[in-house]
């Protein structure tokens, strides 16, 4: 049971902390593997804060705590309040969603309608907030994959999208039941070959996953396409040892390094839980949601909802 809980509450801290270390590397090139980033340090934000990734995987958490199963309706709405509080920062792609939804469109209809208008756009905004799932429906592999899909539809519906956000729900939930006398870089391979067997993927995704651990840094883009970011963050847990370095590798790719960072830091998280995460990360981690309410969220409160979400299956 400490592991499990170990592994949970590292998924959550883990996936925060690697948002707020990406944040100032935010849509700059890579770094020089000779001047990679270690530290929190301040950008768009103050050092240690969280971005949207954070705040609107917070904002899923919060739902499934109010509607067991998860409710659409009651996510969507919370998602909208989350948008027309002026946040930091918003993914392009959720951000015309959420607009169309407040100017009356049907959820139902608004990602759909904002899918049509650009086919091939997969970008990562559903897959940067899925990690609630996972710690909550571990012990429901149908209900995550139901709701994953879900929560990626309302704002996302281009299939690889969708997908990808099943993909890693899936991973983290094998990392979560492993064995523990299992090495953590042993169970993520086993991982994703069992998971990609799960996923209805199409070539190019299955192949970018199958080969991720054997790309170069430099044929690694790093984009907010949903492939890209599955591709780094696994590049990065597959070919390193240990939390930090998994995290410091992956955000030094620039770019989208935020959202790279919280996919990698759950997969991380899972690997090697929250005693495998610096401290000195921990200790800086913070940031407000619902930003009207000033709450403040710290490390100690993300171990709080793991504990919570990780119960919600059993409510059912």
């Avoid at 590397?25 to 950008?43: A, C, K």
Wanted: aromatic fraction near 6%.
């Amino acid at each position: 049971m400490k592991d499990l809980s170990d592994r949970l509450q590292g998924i959550a801290v883990g996936a925060a902390v690697g948002d707020a270390l990406g944040m100032p590397l935010e849509f700059q090139p890579p770094s020089s593997i000779y001047d990679m980033l270690t530290e929190m340090i301040p950008g768009a934000l103050p050092a240690g804060s969280f971005t949207d990734d954070t705040e609107m995987a917070l904002a899923l958490a919060e739902s499934l705590q109010h509607a067991n199963p998860l409710d659409g309706q009651d996510l969507v709405g919370r998602f909208t309040g989350w948008y027309q509080s002026h946040p930091a920062d918003v993914g392009i792609s959720t951000a015309k969603v959420l607009r169309l939804i407040i100017a009356g469109t049907p959820w139902q209809e608004a990602a759909q309608k904002v899918c049509d208008e650009n086919p091939d756009s997969a970008p990562n905004g559903a897959l940067m907030r899925c990690w609630p799932l996972a710690i909550a429906r571990y012990q429901n592999l149908a209900l995550l994959v139901a709701e994953t899909r879900l929560q990626s539809e309302v704002t996302h519906k281009n299939p690889d999208a969708v997908n990808a956000a099943i993909l890693l729900n899936l991973i983290l939930r094998k990392l979560i039941l492993r064995e523990s006398s299992t090495p953590p870089g042993a169970a993520l391979r086993a991982a994703i070959v069992e998971c990609t067997a799960q996923v209805t993927l199409t070539e190019e995704f299955s192949l970018a996953v199958s080969l991720a651990p054997m790309r170069s840094r430099e044929d690694l883009k790093n984009t907010g396409w949903a492939l890209h970011t599955i591709e780094s963050a696994l590049w990065a847990t597959l070919t390193t040892q240990s939390f930090e370095e998994a995290l410091v590798q992956a955000v030094n790719l620039g770019s989208d390094a935020d959202t790279t960072g919280s996919v990698t830091g759950a997969i991380a998280g899972a690997m090697y839980g929250l005693s495998g995460i610096p401290a000195r990360w921990k200790d800086l981690l913070h940031g407000e949601y619902p930003l009207k309410s000033g709450r403040i969220w710290l490390t100690q409160n993300f171990c709080d909802l793991a504990d919570k979400l990780s119960c919600l299956s059993s409510e059912l």
